[in-house]
């Protein structure tokens, strides 16, 4: 009988050692997370000012477009009226 409670003192003092050990790594990985989430907020952040340039570029664009296809118009008439 003794035996069998030294056994199970020993299976309980491992798994009280599994549970600290996972204990600490829940605690890393809490940190390593704050830190992620933290850099993705200030990534968000210091993107806009890029993101506004790339929607500012996509709209000359779409302008220069359309200026570009009024005037091939306007001349290709022009050329044909000669």
């Not at 549970?19 to 907020?41: F, G, P, S, V």
Request: no cysteine; charged share 30%; proline share 1%.
């Amino acid at each position: 009988m003794e035996e069998r409670l030294l056994r199970l003192e020993e299976k309980l003092d491992r798994i009280v050692d599994t549970q600290a050990q996972i204990q600490a790594n829940l605690q890393e990985h809490m940190r390593r997370t704050e830190i992620a989430e933290d850099n993705i907020e200030k990534l968000a952040t210091n993107m806009a000012p890029v993101q506004e340039h790339v929607a500012f570029i996509r709209g000359a664009s779409k302008l220069a477009g359309v200026i570009l296809t009024i005037l091939s118009i306007v001349v290709g008439y022009l050329k044909l009226r000669k």
